[in-house]
């Protein structure tokens, strides 16, 4: 979406290491911010989302960061398996409407 | 979610003819959108509706049009299909309880040759 850019666009990780995807938006009014995984051939699934009030949100291996101030926000997931291969996409909103990243296609390495 | 049905799910036409990809929602929710999928490109906003008498534009909506028939039905149609709209295209709902969460339907491959 031209709101929302997306960093790196693809990203090869070791089993059990860490992966961090970023995402920067430019509308300060924005509030919400999800993340969206796609696996292939199947719909984008909500995997976690935080509000502007919020700095820091944790799901599992699954957390996500926010950063108000320099506008940008972070996957981060933890001990990758091999399930968690698949597109990420971030997306902001301000009144309902998402403007998603471009997508990072995450493969993990066994 | 199977609450979110796109039909057809597959597509191929030809350049030039009429197409009209369809979406139905159990879900109740008041919001319906059509997103287009391309590789690299990610999910860009066609069309949006936010109740049966609101229509409005996304950032790609040229070449398209959309019609909101009832709270449940949301259908995109391609007056004069050309090949730059081969894509995958998704329908998507979002209702007040849900807070900001979209849920998209499973997709229609559509292919213009």
């Known amino acids: 979406g031209e709101n929302v850019e997306q960093h790196p666009s693809t990203l090869s990780v070791q089993e059990g290491d860490s992966a961090v995807i970023k995402c920067t938006y430019s509308d300060s009014a924005s509030n919400y911010f999800p993340w969206y995984k796609q696996e292939l051939g199947k719909r984008p699934q909500l995997i976690i989302d935080?509000?502007?009030?919020?700095g820091e949100k944790k799901d599992q291996r699954i957390a996500v960061t926010l950063n108000k101030t320099a506008k940008h926000f972070s996957l981060h997931i933890t001990e990758t398996q091999p399930e968690d291969s698949a597109v990420y996409f971030c997306a902001e909103a301000r009144d309902y409407k998402l403007s998603f990243g471009a997508g990072t296609t995450v493969t993990v390495r066994a | 979610d199977a609450d979110v049905t796109q039909t057809p799910r597959n597509r191929i036409t030809k350049t030039g003819k009429r197409i009209m990809l369809e979406c139905s929602q159990t879900?109740?929710?008041?919001?319906m959108y059509w997103y287009r999928q391309d590789p690299g490109l990610g999910l860009r906003l066609i069309y949006y509706?936010?109740?049966?008498?609101?229509?409005n534009k996304g950032e790609i909506s040229d070449g398209y049009s959309v019609s909101r028939q009832a709270q449940a039905k949301f259908s995109l149609s391609l007056e004069s299909a050309i090949p730059n709209q081969t894509a995958l295209y998704f329908c998507?709902?979002?209702?007040?309880?849900?807070?900001?969460?979209?849920?998209f339907g499973e997709g229609s491959w559509l292919t213009v040759v």
């Open positions: 879900k109740g929710h008041d919001r």
């Open positions: 935080i509000r502007s009030n919020v």
């Open positions: 509706s936010f109740d049966v008498k609101d229509i």
């Open positions: 998507a709902t979002q209702g007040q309880g849900s807070g900001n969460t979209i849920y």
